[in-house]
């Protein structure tokens, strides 16, 4: 518990003392408070114990800095004095007067004693005495609440940037050059200039000994780690390669070469050295006619046909800029997460909620033009902080609408002064389309088979949405007080984030060809599933998996079950949808999964480890790992996992638990031992689940099917 002595004001920022409250006098000391100048005035009559108390036993790890104002007196100096309550001597730190901000180290704390401090005291000199006049003092650390990121900062030369030792990136159309590579061939990517989770990804250029001029162009992570040199491949693509800069520049070399065009303006071109679009030049400076006919390759960003969202090389030369970097604050809380269950629901005769299939009917003629079906109130939340706010379906391919019509169903978002944004408001006003289309949409039909959409907060706050001054209807993102669907829907949630997700694709899928079907997923990102129910295990007998249903975000780096689910339809039937969708909530990522109550994920294909505590699921099926070695070695897949019974706790749940038994038909115990292709597993088993040498009388459980012994 925090113990502060004089403390009036606490917060996740700072913790100033109340100097209007500190005692009037301590040993040999005496404190004098003026209301009028809002001053104290700290004297001491000797040069030893000679100390009042600031605050008193806490931890303190979360404080950064000791800030002070202290003015001069008869003394223009003091001192501040740490003592511990683990045997640390005391830290004394002979301070002078003026506005300081002290660091623990400046002060001589060492921050692993901070837990364990007794007492800040200030405290007079210790070669005379005196006085100093205090205005204000307070301990600052950063928020916990808030995160610093690295945002788009200003337009700068390429001079400036070869000079520069900061970061910088390079930026097309509003595009910013970034890594990852792409997942389906490897290639280079890029984001837009908002999402700034990505702007850690920089670039830096060296000058090749060889060819004044040009430049290898190096791709450095968040930590400023090389991810490798930018290649023009000889498809028109780029990728990321390692670079023998002292040996002969071959074909693995010539496209890692570039030369930047100042074009005016602050506008700049980027060449390839050694490959035109679909012809790869054996040396730099060395043409083969159709070079010379084509000219160099130009680096550019691709957003449609064939290399669509791909950074390419072009015969065209585009236009780049290069941008410094600023730090930003972001929320730390992204997500920000509502689900089914903070949702209320219109009572009416023709509204019905489904709460198992978190399915709500709208039966009311063209309800989505003007109902509120269901909805989550907000009172008066600030947005402000959020780029985006992102809606998930519970099911795939939902038929939108109401029973009358088949037209679609709406979103909308409404703020404390009754502006309402649903169906085409998003995208014009007084029927005049905006010239610029917004990220995401509110109206969700059938055709579109849409199962996430995105609300962009900042132009629902933009108020020059046509660019020239003219009315458009403006929401007060720092007052919403409702979100909400109009219409039959399927619901998984909301969340606030500055992530964009891809909401029409998915993050991650997984393919299947019929529902109710189990499955593991663990993603080195949070997220949130469409098409499927996710469970996590709360137990286990020798005849079965207890599993719990979860809704909500997937924790990063965590791995979860999930049962695929049928898509239902407005008027209750099911359609033929079985895919499972997984779209990226938040800016959490991590380098290494971990254990889910025995539920061990991967991020990367690995052989399952053998044992008699080892199940994997496959098939709906939970096979023991026991005798799966050498030829019988069993893969698991990437974003997969598999269980350890042995770390499997008990643990208490709610509703919706359910038995993965182990055996399908949910009849025997039986742990199915997987069998290489072209061989047979003998491994036996009683109906307890229980390993046997030899086959009993009666039923057995031998290579994963019943077998009768008489």
């Known amino acids: 518990m925090l113990c502060l002595l004089g403390v009036g004001h606490v917060s996740a920022l700072k913790l100033t003392v109340d100097l209007s409250k500190l005692p009037s006098s301590s040993e040999n000391t005496t404190w004098a408070w003026n209301d009028e100048t809002s001053t104290g005035t700290f004297?001491?009559?000797?040069?030893?114990?000679?100390?009042?108390?600031?605050?008193?036993?806490?931890?303190?790890?979360?404080?950064?800095?000791?800030?002070?104002?202290?003015?001069?007196?008869?003394?223009?100096?003091?001192?501040?004095?740490?003592?511990?309550?683990?045997?640390?001597d005391q830290t004394t730190c002979y301070a002078s007067c003026g506005k300081k901000s002290l660091?623990?180290?400046?002060?001589?704390?060492?921050?692993?004693?901070?837990?364990?401090?007794?007492?800040?005291?200030?405290?007079?000199?210790?070669d005379k005495t005196g006085d100093v006049l205090v205005k204000s003092i307070y301990l600052e650390g950063p928020d916990p609440a808030t995160r610093e990121v690295l945002a788009l900062g200003s337009p700068i030369t390429f001079a400036e940037a070869l000079a520069s030792s900061d970061p910088f990136v390079v930026v097309q159309n509003g595009k910013v050059l970034c890594g990852p590579l792409s997942a389906t061939d490897g290639s280079l990517t890029f984001k837009d200039v908002s999402e700034i989770e990505d702007y850690a990804w920089t670039i830096q250029f060296e000058e090749d000994a060889d060819h004044a001029g040009s430049y290898f162009m190096q791709l450095l992570d968040k930590n400023k780690v090389s991810k490798g040199y930018i290649n023009a491949s000889v498809w028109s693509h780029t990728y990321l390669s390692g670079v023998d800069k002292s040996g002969t520049k071959g074909e693995q070399q010539d496209g890692a070469l570039w030369t930047v065009t100042d074009l005016g303006n602050g506008k700049y071109s980027i060449k390839n050295l050694g490959v035109t679009e679909g012809n790869y030049n054996n040396k730099p400076g060395e043409g083969d006619g159709d070079r010379a006919a084509k000219g160099q390759g130009y680096l550019g960003i691709t957003q449609s046909g064939y290399w669509a969202n791909h950074v390419t090389i072009y015969n065209t030369s585009g236009e780049w800029q290069f941008y410094s970097l600023d730090v930003t604050t972001l929320p730390a809380n992204d997500h920000l997460y509502y689900g089914w269950d903070a949702m209320t629901f219109t009572n009416n005769a023709d509204v019905t909620v489904d709460e198992e299939n978190h399915l709500v009917?709208?039966?009311?003629?063209?309800?989505?033009?003007?109902?509120?079906?269901?909805?989550?109130?907000?009172?008066?939340?600030?947005?402000?902080?959020?780029?985006?706010?992102?809606?998930?379906?519970?099911?795939?391919?939902?038929?939108?609408?109401?029973?009358?019509?088949?037209?679609?169903?709406?979103?909308?978002?409404?703020?404390?002064?009754?502006?309402?944004?649903r169906q085409d408001d998003f995208t014009k006003y007084n029927d005049v389309n905006y010239p610029e289309a917004p990220i995401g949409k509110l109206w969700m039909n059938r055709w579109n088979e849409q199962r996430a959409t995105v609300f962009d907060l900042q132009w629902?706050?933009?108020?020059?949405?046509?660019?020239?001054?003219?009315?458009?209807?403006?929401?007060?993102?720092?007052?919403?007080?409702?979100?909400?669907?109009?219409?039959t829907f399927t619901i998984g949630g909301i969340f606030f984030t500055n992530t964009l997700p891809q909401y029409s694709a998915g993050d991650y899928k997984r393919e299947f060809d019929s529902f109710d079907k189990f499955g593991t997923v663990c993603l080195p990102f949070s997220a949130v599933c469409c098409g499927a129910q996710l469970y996590e295990i709360v137990g286990a007998t020798s005849k079965y998996i207890k599993l719990a249903a979860y809704d909500g975000v997937i924790e990063a780096g965590k791995p979860y079950l999930y049962k695929t689910l049928e898509a239902i339809k407005q008027d209750g039937r099911f359609v033929n949808e079985t895919n499972v969708y997984f779209f990226k909530a938040g800016y959490e990522k991590v380098d290494a999964p971990v254990e889910n109550n025995g539920l061990i994920g991967t991020f990367a294909a690995i052989t399952a480890p053998a044992g008699a505590n080892y199940l994997i699921l496959s098939g709906n099926k939970l096979y023991n790992t026991e005798d799966a070695t050498g030829a019988n070695a069993v893969n698991i897949g990437a974003n997969k996992a598999y269980i350890n019974v042995s770390k499997i706790e008990e643990k208490a749940a709610a509703a919706r638990v359910i038995t993965l038994p182990f055996d399908a038909e949910d009849e025997a115990t039986g742990i199915h031992t997987p069998a290489a292709k072209g061989s047979q597993s003998s491994v036996i088993f009683n109906l307890n689940g229980q390993r046997m040498t030899k086959p009993a009388k009666g039923l057995n459980i031998i290579g994963g099917k019943k077998v009768v012994i008489k």
């Open 361 to 421: 009917v709208d039966k009311r003629g063209y309800a989505p033009y003007w109902a509120e079906t269901a909805k989550w109130e907000l009172g008066s939340f600030d947005a402000s902080d959020y780029r985006y706010m992102v809606f998930y379906a519970k099911r795939n391919v939902t038929k939108y609408g109401n029973e009358d019509n088949e037209t679609g169903g709406t979103l909308f978002i409404k703020d404390a002064n009754g502006v309402t944004f």
């Open 460 to 487: 629902l706050a933009n108020t020059d949405k046509y660019g020239d001054g003219s009315e458009c209807k403006v929401l007060d993102i720092t007052k919403i007080k409702e979100i909400g669907v109009a219409g």
């Open 43 to 88: 004297a001491w009559s000797g040069t030893s114990f000679n100390s009042t108390q600031l605050y008193g036993a806490a931890d303190y790890s979360a404080y950064t800095t000791l800030n002070y104002n202290i003015e001069e007196g008869t003394s223009d100096h003091f001192r501040i004095i740490v003592k511990y309550s683990n045997g640390t």
């Open 103 to 126: 660091s623990w180290a400046a002060i001589g704390v060492n921050e692993a004693n901070l837990p364990y401090v007794s007492t800040i005291r200030l405290s007079g000199a210790n």
